[in-house]
């Protein structure tokens, strides 16, 4: 299944719920055959990991950006 939007890297960094102080980090990005969704693992340090949605982007989760 092809997503509507490029989908995020490993690597690339995203903000989750507006929180800029915590560092998350996509560790994977799988297709959940179950929901049809594109998932987004991320690894958060010494907080863990969680996961966020393809389709929740610009709502959830929004990518990180460098003021320059």
């Given at each position: 299944?092809?997503p509507?939007?490029?989908?995020?890297?490993?690597g690339?960094?995203?903000?989750?719920h507006g929180?800029?102080q915590?560092?998350?980090?996509?560790?994977?990005?799988?297709w959940?055959e179950?929901r049809?969704?594109?998932?987004i693992?991320?690894?958060?340090?010494?907080?863990?990991?969680?996961r966020?949605w393809?389709?929740?982007?610009?709502?959830?989760?929004?990518r990180?950006?460098?003021n320059?």
């Open positions: 299944m092809k509507a939007k490029t989908l995020p890297h490993v690339e960094r995203l903000v989750v929180l800029f915590y560092e998350s980090t996509v560790i994977g990005v799988e959940d179950e049809s969704a594109w998932r693992d991320l690894d958060w340090g010494i907080h863990g990991q969680s966020v393809a389709h929740d982007e610009n709502k959830v989760w929004f990180w950006r460098r320059s």
